[in-house]
C-alpha cells in the first residue's frame, strides 16, 4: 500500500511525520513538495525586518522526516479516479492521498495588483518586500508603504514595515486598507481594538472601509476614487487555490476526504466542520485538521489489511475550536487566549512559545536552539 501527502506546510508536514509512527511498516510514504525545505510561515513577515531568521524558519524535509520519501516536484494534476498525481517529473501512484497543497494570492482581477502587489508566501517574497520598502525609507523623499488587506498577515506585513522604518531612523509613512469595517475581519470586536490600538501605537495608519481597485507602478487606486501614492505596494488581500486545483479552494466536511481514497485539508480545502461550522485557513486549523486525517488514514489502512472487508470504517469527525488567536505587530503582540485579550510583554511571550513548541512538534530540534539562543543572546552575531 502506498500513501503520499502532498504539499509540506503545515498539515502536510505534521500529517507525514504523525503517519511515520503510526503507520505499519508494511505501508509505503511519500511526501511530495516542489521545495525542499518546510517554510514557517506564520513567522515569515519577520524577515522582511530581519533576514537572518530565514534560516531559522527553513526546515529541510530530509532532516525531520524520518521514514518517508522526500520527492522534491510540483504537483500539477490529480487523477482521483486512476489515482494517480501528475508531477513535474513524472507520476505517482497512490492508494490514500491526502492533498495539502496550500493556498495562492487571490487578485480578484483587479487592475495591476497582480502585476504591482508585492505577495508574501516566500522567503524571496519577504526579500523583495524588504529591498523595495528599504529603497523607499533611505530616499530622499518621505517613503509611502502601502499594504491592502487587514487579515493577520497584513497586520503582521504593516507592524514589520512601520519597525523597519524606525531601525533605519527613516521617515516614512505605513498605510494599511482594509475593505471590511475593521482590522482583523472575521474576530471578535475586542480583538479587533486591541489589534488597531496597537498598530497606531506603531505607527500605522489604518483605512478600513477602502477597496483596492487597481494598481500601478507609483499608486493604488482606491473604490473612492483617490489615488494613494505608494514606492512599495504589498497584497495580501486574499487566498485562493492551488495550481493543481485550478484556483479553486474545494469544500470538505468533517471526515476532510473529497472521495473515499483522497483527503484535503489546510488552506487548500474549505473545511467545514463536525458542528456545520466553516473553519478559518490558519496554521493551527491545519495542524489540527492534519491531526484527525492521519487517524483516518490509519483506520483506512487497518480495514485494508482486514481479510473480507470491504466496508467503509467509521472515522473520525474534525471539530475546531480554537484556543486563541495570536498576532504580532513589530515588536508587540496582541493575543486572545479563551474569552481573554492579552497585549504586550504577555502576548509576545505567548508568541514565542508557539513558534518554538511548533518547530519542536516537527522535530526541527536546531531550529529550536537558535531561536532559544536567540531570544537569551539577542545580540549575539556567531
Same mark, same amino acid.
Request: hydrophobic share 45%.
Given at each position: 500500500?502506498?500513501?503520499?501527502?502532498?504539499? %509540506?506546510?503545515? $498539515?502536510?508536514?505534521?500529517?507525514?511525520?504523525?503517519?511515520?509512527?503510526?503507520?505499519? +511498516?508494511?505501508? +509505503?510514504?511519500?511526501?511530495?513538495?516542489?521545495?525542499? +525545505?518546510?517554510?514557517?510561515?506564520?513567522?515569515?513577515? @519577520?524577515?522582511? @525586518?530581519?533576514? #537572518?531568521?530565514? &534560516?531559522?524558519?527553513?526546515?529541510?524535509?530530509? !532532516?525531520?522526516c524520518e521514514r518517508a520519501a522526500v520527492r522534491v516536484a510540483r504537483v500539477e494534476a490529480i487523477d482521483r479516479e486512476a489515482r494517480v498525481i501528475s508531477l513535474s517529473d513524472g507520476e505517482l501512484e497512490y492508494d490514500i492521498a491526502a492533498l495539502c497543497l496550500g493556498a495562492r494570492t487571490a487578485y480578484y482581477? =483587479?487592475?495591476?495588483?497582480?502585476?504591482?502587489?508585492?505577495? =508574501?508566501? @516566500? =522567503?524571496?517574497?519577504?526579500?523583495r518586500i524588504r529591498r523595495r520598502a528599504l529603497e523607499a525609507i533611505r530616499g530622499d523623499d518621505d517613503g @509611502?508603504?502601502?499594504?491592502?488587506?487587514?487579515?493577520? *498577515?497584513g497586520?503582521?506585513?504593516?507592524?514589520?514595515? $512601520?519597525?523597519?522604518? &524606525?531601525?533605519?531612523?527613516? *521617515?516614512?509613512?505605513?498605510? =494599511?486598507? #482594509?475593505? !471590511? +469595517? %475593521?482590522?482583523a475581519p472575521g474576530f471578535s470586536p475586542d480583538f479587533q481594538r486591541a489589534v488597531d490600538r496597537t498598530l497606531a501605537d506603531a505607527g500605522v495608519e489604518v483605512r478600513t472601509g477602502t477597496g483596492v481597485v487597481g494598481a500601478d507602478a507609483d499608486a493604488v487606486s482606491l473604490e473612492s476614487g483617490e489615488c494613494l501614492e *505608494?514606492? !512599495?505596494f504589498v497584497w495580501t488581500g486574499g487566498i485562493r487555490g492551488p495550481d493543481a486545483f485550478e484556483g479553486e479552494r474545494p469544500t470538505v466536511e468533517a471526515d476532510l476526504r473529497i472521495d473515499e481514497r483522497t483527503f484535503v485539508l489546510g488552506d487548500a480545502a474549505r473545511v467545514v466542520d463536525a458542528d456545520g461550522k466553516p473553519v478559518p485557513a490558519s496554521a493551527q486549523a491545519a495542524v489540527r485538521e492534519a491531526e484527525a486525517v492521519a487517524a483516518n488514514v490509519e483506520r483506512l489502512v487497518e480495514a485494508d489489511g482486514t481479510a473480507g472487508s470491504g466496508e467503509d470504517p467509521q472515522l473520525e469527525s474534525f471539530s475546531f475550536d480554537s484556543p486563541g488567536w495570536l498576532v504580532s505587530v513589530g515588536d508587540d503582540a496582541v493575543a486572545r487566549v479563551g474569552s481573554t485579550v492579552v497585549t504586550g510583554r504577555a502576548a509576545k511571550a505567548l508568541k514565542s512559545t508557539v513558534g518554538v513548541g511548533y518547530l519542536s512538534s516537527v522535530g526541527a530540534v536546531g531550529n529550536v536552539t537558535d531561536r532559544v539562543s536567540r531570544r537569551l543572546w539577542p545580540d549575539r552575531s556567531d
Open positions: 500500500m502506498h500513501v503520499v501527502v502532498c504539499g %509540506a506546510g503545515y $498539515a502536510g508536514l505534521t500529517l507525514t511525520r504523525t503517519l511515520e509512527s503510526t503507520l505499519p +511498516d508494511s505501508v +509505503d510514504l511519500t511526501l511530495v513538495d516542489e521545495s525542499p +525545505d518546510h517554510l514557517v510561515q506564520h513567522e515569515l513577515h @519577520r524577515v522582511i @525586518r530581519r533576514p #537572518e531568521l530565514a &534560516d531559522e524558519i527553513r526546515v529541510p524535509l530530509p !532532516a525531520v482581477g =483587479l487592475e495591476g495588483v497582480s502585476e504591482h502587489g508585492l505577495p =508574501l508566501k @516566500r =522567503l524571496a517574497h519577504a526579500r @509611502r508603504l502601502v499594504v491592502g488587506g487587514a487579515g493577520l *498577515s497586520v503582521q506585513v504593516a507592524g514589520e514595515l $512601520a519597525a523597519l522604518a &524606525d531601525d533605519e531612523y527613516g *521617515s516614512a509613512t505605513v498605510t =494599511l486598507l #482594509e475593505q !471590511a +469595517d %475593521a482590522v *505608494s514606492d !512599495a
